[in-house]
Nanobody, 120 residues
Framework: QVQLIESGGGLVQAGGSLRLSCVAS????????MGWFRQAPGKEREFVAA????????RFANSVKGRFTISRDNAKNTVYLQMNSLEPEDTAVYYC?????????????WGQGTQVTVSS
């Protein structure tokens, strides 16, 4: 089992920045691909970004490319999502997830989520 706890959400004005963190506990963190997803009100959950265990491969949704970066610190069992140039359309609950494949269609472990609200 892997437990994931997100933090760092909040209210920010458009154009601002936030950094989300996700701390993992349980099985060996470094063996997992870590990802971020989000779900806006009335919409389905969507993929945002992912990073492999060695930090050599990352993936991003087209909607966040160039604005968001993902990183991880395996020594701290933590993955980060740095969000810059935030837009009202980025408002959503952001979830951290873990799996063994960066292209997974069904991620194995999920956090509870953290709310991000971007005001215009």
């Amino acid at each position: 089992q892997v437990q994931l706890i997100e933090s760092g959400g909040g209210l920010v004005q458009a154009g601002g920045s936030l950094r989300l963190s996700c701390v993992a506990s349980g099985r060996t963190f470094s063996s997992y691909v870590m990802g971020w997803f989000r779900q806006a009100p009335g919409k389905e959950r969507e993929f945002v970004a992912a990073i492999n265990w060695s930090r050599t491969t990352t993936r991003f949704a087209n909607s966040v490319k160039g604005r968001f970066t993902i990183s991880r610190d395996n020594a701290k069992n933590t993955v980060y999502l740095q969000m810059n140039s935030l837009e009202p359309e980025d408002t959503a609950v952001y979830y951290c997830a873990a799996d063994h494949s960066i292209t997974s269609k069904s991620w194995e472990y999920w956090g509870q989520g953290t709310q991000v609200t971007v005001s215009s």
